[in-house]
Every structure is written in C-alpha cells, then in structure tokens.
C-alpha cells in the first residue's frame, strides 16, 4: 500500500508523506504543503484535522472504543480509582503500589490552599457561575506559585506543579460550592482519599459530623475516570494550545475550564438536567420535545445527545446509566427525571432524524442525575467535570512540551475586503 498521498493543486502535483498510527489510523502530514505549493488546507471546526500525534488516548468513533495508554476505558472504571488513572494518563503506565502510594502522598501533602485565596471569593457577587469562579481560582495559583513561571526551570518545577493543581483542584471546588452556600469552609484532610477528602470538603457541615458514604465515593471514582481523558476535544486542545505558547500550567488549565464550560461540552451537563427538568414540567410528553429538537427554526437541541467523535455509541454514557440506576438504587433515591431520561432515550434511538445523523446520548447525558443524587447543585455539574478532566489536560500538555511541538497558530483564508484607500472622515457618507 502507497505511503504517500499525491494532489494536484493548481496544476502542481506534490506527493505528501502518510501517518500511521498504532490503530493503523491513516493522516495525511501536510507540514510541507505550504512551502511547496504557497496552499493551506481549509477545515473549519478541525472535522478532518489532526493537531498532533499523541500516545496518551485511543479513540474509535465507529466502534465506541475508548482506551487510556492502551487500557479499555471499560476496565478502568471497574478496577482502578481514579487517582491510579491519573497517574497513567500523566505517567504513561500503570503504577505499582510503592509508585501509586509515592504518588498519592505527594497530592495528599499539597491539598491546602494559600488562605489569602479565600479573599478572592470577596470580590465575586452573589449567585455567580462556579465555572467563572474555578477559571479564576485556577489562574491564580500561577500568582501564589510565582515559580511556576520560571521558563528556565521548567523539568524541575513539573512535578510540584502538577502535584500542586491535583492536590488543590478538589479543595478549590469544595471552597466554590461551600461560599455558593455562604458556608464555612472545610479544610482538606489528608488522612482521606482524594475522593473521601472531596467529598468531605463538600458535604461536611462544620456543625456536623459527615459519614462518608463508600457508595458515592465509589460512584464519583467511577464518574472522574470516565471524564479523566478525552483526546483532542474542544477544552484538552485549548490547553494544548495555550501551553504551546510555554504559558505556565494554571493558565493553560484555567483555559481548558474556559473551554469546557460551553454548553456545547462539558456545559452539557447542567443543560440536560435542565431540560429534564422543563420537560417533566411541561408534562413530560417526550416526543413534543424530540420533536422540537428536529425543527430547524426552533433553536432547540437535545442536550446530551450527539458527539463530534463518537457515531454509533459514547461508552462512557453506558457506563453511567449502569452506574446510575446501582447507585439510586443503593441510595433509595427516585428520581422522576431518571424515567423521563429513559423515555427520551428510547424515543430519540428509535427515531430516523436521529438514526440519520448517528446521534446517541454522551456522557453528559445521565452523568448530571448521579451528580443530583449525590447532592450536588446543577451549577457545580461542569465543575466536576472539570475536575475530572484535569489529569487528562495535564498529560496532554506536558505531552505537548515533552514532543517540544511549536506554538499552535492556525492559518486562515481572508474574505474580507481587497486593499481599499483611506477615506478622510468628512468625505464619508
Ligand atoms: N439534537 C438535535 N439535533 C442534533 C443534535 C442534538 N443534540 N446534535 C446534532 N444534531 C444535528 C445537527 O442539527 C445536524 O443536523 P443537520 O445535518 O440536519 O444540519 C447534525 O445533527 C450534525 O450536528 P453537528 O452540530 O454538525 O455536529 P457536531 O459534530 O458539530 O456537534 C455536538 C457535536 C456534541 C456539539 C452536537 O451534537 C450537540 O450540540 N449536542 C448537544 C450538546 C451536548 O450534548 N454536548 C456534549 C458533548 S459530549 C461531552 C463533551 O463535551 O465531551
């Protein structure tokens, strides 16, 4: 089979070298194109471009397959915790237990947060959005760890750093929903697990004792793992390209929030919880609102249904609904929107406008209803999305720096105006 791809642009033909990945996934390299044909290639919203080449995770749309350095998604999320799976994704295998156990005590020791950080939430007014709060809180470590910003030793401070943003992202997430409440903070404990610890932070009440409940903590590992890694998605590209500019990890992760917070990504999640919700209200005729969500002039989508990647299922989104009915179940918790999700499911599935454009639920889809169970606000929901993400941006972006790619600057075809001669302000119309 040829190695090469020949095009003929403009009576000129080059022949441009093939990539193959370990997937035997195929992409044409065009570093050369330009310089060779004066041409670039035009592919808005990246449907059909590759940014890099990465080792970090495998993703095949057609077939729902999703594996993190090699390891089944699927396998993950029934074995390991999700702080063994950061650990993979930033590592690049799996720990043994003096690694993992090294690992975890390093983010354990690192989980207090600068106490001139609560100031910060002085500044916000009541009933602002979490994601604009982590956006910022994230960002401001870079001023708390000002190290972080010395370019010249950046492979001796990538350690402490990444130590640093694990450690403090769940004490900065619980600092969020407790002042969302105007409560107390609860300070981290490092005796408890990252999951424990987050949980405790979040629902402790500083009056009361809390009983972690080993049922939610093995339901949020299982949640965090299935969100740790995406590869190039909108939020993991947006880190990728700030870090290319060697801006420090917190701003390039706070950008990753920024991208993830859109309701078209990791926004998501709160979006469905929502509908489900105005659903339920308007009384729950499914098939009005599946039908408006076909309408072209009604600006109205099915949240949670759809994936740029994925065209025949999300495997993450069979994850959680399996996980979503055990953990209602175990809680005693009954839901009605879970029904309504069901039902919409079964609707849209069996659906030609759906079946047409291979449109099935994502992980956002019955993610938000465990988040309710579990206690949690529907503004928190992409918060701890993005909480689980975090190791998945930290891989890709130290990636990025260790492949030593340069700065992202895409290119662009102009279709503004030609040159036109500057016209005196009292001449014109
Ligand atoms: N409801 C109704 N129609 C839809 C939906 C939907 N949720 N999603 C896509 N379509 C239609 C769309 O109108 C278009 O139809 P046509 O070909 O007639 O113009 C066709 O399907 C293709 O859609 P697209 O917008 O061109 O596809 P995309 O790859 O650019 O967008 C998406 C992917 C996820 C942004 C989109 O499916 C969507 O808006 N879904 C709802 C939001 C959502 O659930 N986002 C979470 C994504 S998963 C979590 C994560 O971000 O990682």
């Not at 929903?177 to 409560?183: A, D, M």
């Not at 009915?325 to 499911?345: R, Y």
């Not at 492949?403 to 895409?410: D, L």
């Amino acid at each position: 089979m040829s190695e090469t791809a020949k095009i003929s642009i403009q009576g000129k033909e080059i022949e441009l070298p093939l990539v193959i990945g370990t997937e035997k996934e195929v992409a044409i390299n065009i570093s050369d194109l330009r310089s060779s044909t004066g041409a670039i290639t035009l592919d808005i919203g990246y449907k059909n471009s590759g940014a890099t080449t990465s080792e970090i995770t495998y993703l095949d749309g057609e077939k729902g397959i999703l594996r993190h350095r090699g390891y089944a998604i699927e396998d993950l999320a029934e074995n390991s915790s999700f702080i063994e799976v950061a650990y993979l994704l930033i590592h690049g295998e799996l720990p043994n237990q003096t690694q993992l156990d090294e690992f975890d005590t390093n983010i354990r020791r690192h989980t207090l947060v600068n106490e001139d950080m609560k100031n910060i939430f002085e500044a916000w007014p009541t009933g602002s959005h979490p994601m604009g709060q982590l956006i910022a809180m994230i960002s401001s470590l870079s001023s708390f760890y000002p190290e972080s910003l010395d370019r010249e030793n950046y492979e001796s401070q990538k350690l402490l750093n990444i130590y640093r943003l694990l450690a403090k992202m769940p004490t900065i997430c619980a600092m969020i929903f407790k002042k969302s409440l105007g409560h107390p903070i609860i300070y981290p404990q490092n005796k408890l697990d990252y999951v424990s610890n987050f949980l405790n932070m979040t629902f402790k009440h500083v009056t009361e004792d809390y009983e972690i409940d080993p049922v939610m903590v093995d339901a949020l590992n299982k949640l965090l793992i299935l969100h740790a890694d995406h590869e190039q998605n909108c939020s993991t590209s947006t880190v990728r390209l700030v870090g290319s500019s060697h801006s420090n990890l917190y701003a390039s992760v706070a950008a990753g929030v920024a991208a993830l917070w859109g309701p078209l990504h990791g926004g998501a999640n709160q979006e469905v919880i929502e509908m489900l919700e105005l659903i339920k209200k308007d009384g729950g005729n499914v098939e009005k609102w599946v039908n408006k969500s076909k309408d072209k002039n009604d600006s109205f989508r099915l949240m949670g249904f759809g994936h740029r990647v994925y065209k025949n299922f999300d495997p993450r989104a069979k994850i959680i609904k399996k996980a979503c009915d055990e953990m209602l179940n175990k809680l005693g918790v009954n839901d009605p929107t879970l029904e309504i999700a069901k039902k919409l499911e079964e609707k849209a599935l069996g659906d030609e406008y759906f079946i047409e454009r291979k449109l099935f639920p994502n992980v956002d889809f019955y993610s938000g209803i465990l988040y309710r169970a579990m206690g949690f606000p529907v503004e928190m929901f992409t918060v701890l999305f993005a909480l689980g993400r975090l190791p998945g941006w930290i891989a890709q972006c130290h990636e990025m720096r260790e492949h030593k790619q340069p700065i992202g600057r895409p290119r662009q075809i102009y279709t503004g105006y030609p040159y036109r001669p500057f016209v005196k302000r009292s001449d014109r119309p």
